[in-house]
T-cell receptor, first 110, second 116 residues
């Protein structure tokens, strides 16, 4: 069955430190992976998707099919990065049904 | 167009009552999704529509739940005979149709249901 695992419920770092939010998935087909973010009192929004291979707000994520991972990284964390981050797996082609992980709360301390 | 709109934002009801939530998607999006999110969990897929056709329903969607999108625009999610376990945030999202934009979901702010 399809599954997304985010092992850390909370990740706390100091401003300027590197950040890595872990995401592992389970899916036998060709996955489409996403990171969604929810800032305080805002709605859930797309941060980035693996197909785009782009950097958004300094964040990058590389799909590693061998390790079935899609970790989110940023070299220097900023206080405004504090938010809830969800990894999501799209399966079944372009069906649009996403399976979300339980989320990791990132707290960046000054 | 102000994005995906959901109404009401908060609903408190007594167990056994029926509740209905409404979602207005982004106008050019022909796909509409309902998700449910409980405390400490990520969003869980409930159902989705391509225009007015309901194409998939999750096993989470018991027979007390019904969703419609009669004209392919707004959608309603009704929960009959609510139970305390139905307390959650109900999220609506929309996306473009097939091909590369299909999986890029734009979410609404959600409708929070509390069943007493």
């Amino acid at each position: 069955a399809q599954r997304v695992t985010q092992p850390e419920k909370l990740l706390s770092v100091f401003k300027g430190a590197p950040v890595e939010l872990k995401c592992n998935y389970s899916y036998s087909g060709s996955p489409e992976l996403f990171w969604y973010v929810q800032y305080s009192r805002q709605r859930l929004q797309l941060l980035l998707r693996h197909i785009s291979r782009e950097s958004i707000k300094g964040f990058t994520a590389d799909l590693n099919k061998g390790e079935t991972s899609f970790h989110l990284k940023k070299p220097f964390a900023q206080e405004e990065d504090s938010a809830m981050y969800y990894c999501a797996l799209g399966y079944g082609g372009s069906q649009g049904n996403l399976i979300f992980g339980k989320g990791t709360k990132l707290s960046v301390k000054p | 167009d102000t994005g995906v709109s959901q109404d009401p934002r908060h609903k408190i009801t007594k167990r056994g009552q029926n509740v209905t939530f409404r979602c207005d998607p982004i106008s050019e999006h022909n796909r509409l999704y309902w998700y449910r999110q409980t405390l400490g969990q990520g969003p869980e897929f409930l159902t989705y529509f391509q225009n007015e056709a309901q194409l998939e329903k999750s096993r989470l969607l018991s027979d007390r739940f019904s969703a419609e999108r009669p004209k392919g625009s707004f959608s309603t999610l009704e929960i009959q005979r609510t139970e305390q376990g139905d307390s959650a945030m109900y999220l609506c999202a929309s996306s473009l149709g097939a091909h590369s934009g299909a999986n890029v979901l734009t979410f609404g702010a959600g409708s929070r249901l509390t069943v007493l």
